[in-house]
């Protein structure tokens, strides 16, 4: 049975996963950072935001409402950003507490609506935004989030979209840098 929503306890299950996730990927992401300078850590300070932000939304505990894991979240991934990645990720999770905000709750559409938020806030924190970057990338999954979302309202079709896009635009973002 496909999940058509998805509560706090379930938020903070799928942020788990993603953390888990990233940090088995991480020498990957690291490789593939070539801006604004090959230094090799994107992956490196994304996984430690995203560890402060997990840290947060812990917490906030399981029975916490959706918006309130999500608030934990942006506050705990703004307060451990680690270098530009962190930063930009900080905001997309800032956007996305935002979208969220008032929702004990999420079904597809606020999910979709909730990364388009996250991609708005993540580009107007950057001064002169990129393409080929974790911008792109959250941008197409966004933008696919939303297509998603009004053809079919569940969590997991979405989701699924999401990972599909991503993979994508980072495949396409060596021919989008110099």
Known sequence: MVRRSCDGEGFLAAFRSAVAILEAHVDEVNSLNVFPVPDGDTGTNMLATVRAALAEAEKAGADAPAERVAQAASFGA??????NSGVITSQILAGMAHGLAGKRRFNGLDLAHALDEG???AYKA??????GTILTVIRDSASAAI???ERDNNV??????VVDAAEKSVARTPMLLA
Do not use: W
Not at 78 to 83: E, F, I, S
Not at 126 to 131: I, L
């Open 156 to 161: 997991e079709t979405v989701l699924a979209a």
């Open 147 to 149: 297509a998603a979302a």
């Open 126 to 131: 950057v001064a002169k935004p990129v393409e």
């Open 78 to 83: 703004l307060m451990g950003a680690r270098g």
């Open 119 to 121: 991609t708005k806030t």
